[in-house]
């Protein structure tokens, strides 16, 4: 079993940026590739990005892979979300997910074992 916990949600305003934390506990964290997932109000959990256990290969949606970054910290047993440039459509709440086996893939939902709270991030204009 790991326990997720994101922080680092908040309010903006639009052109600012965000940084969110997730950390992890209960399993060896570096066994796990890690996403980010984010729903607004109405809609499907989307794709964020995510990243392998070693953190060398990361992967985008395409519409914010100019804004967006992942990042983690084996030692800390952390994985970030660097947020620039928000825009009003950002809006949502961003969930952390951790899942097993190859570092390809991980653009779905059903592929992650594990998931956070979410943390609400609000971008106004």
């Known amino acids: 079993q790991v326990q997720l916990v994101e922080s680092g949600g908040g309010s903006v305003q639009a052109g600012g940026s965000l940084r969110l934390s997730c950390a992890a506990s209960g399993r060896t964290f570096s066994n796990y590739n890690m996403g980010w997932f984010r729903q607004s109000p109405g809609k499907e959990r989307e794709f964020v990005g995510t990243i392998s256990q070693s953190g060398v290969y990361t992967n985008y949606a395409d519409s914010l892979k100019a804004r967006f970054t992942i990042s983690r910290d084996n030692a800390k047993n952390t994985v970030f979300l660097q947020m620039n440039n928000l825009k009003p459509e950002d809006t949502a709440v961003y969930y952390c997910?951790?899942?097993?086996?190859?570092?390809?893939?991980?653009?779905?939902?059903?592929?992650?074992?594990?998931w956070g709270q979410g943390t609400q991030v609000t971008v106004s204009s």
């Open positions: 997910a951790a899942r097993t086996g190859s570092y390809l893939g991980g653009r779905t939902r059903e592929e992650y074992d594990y």
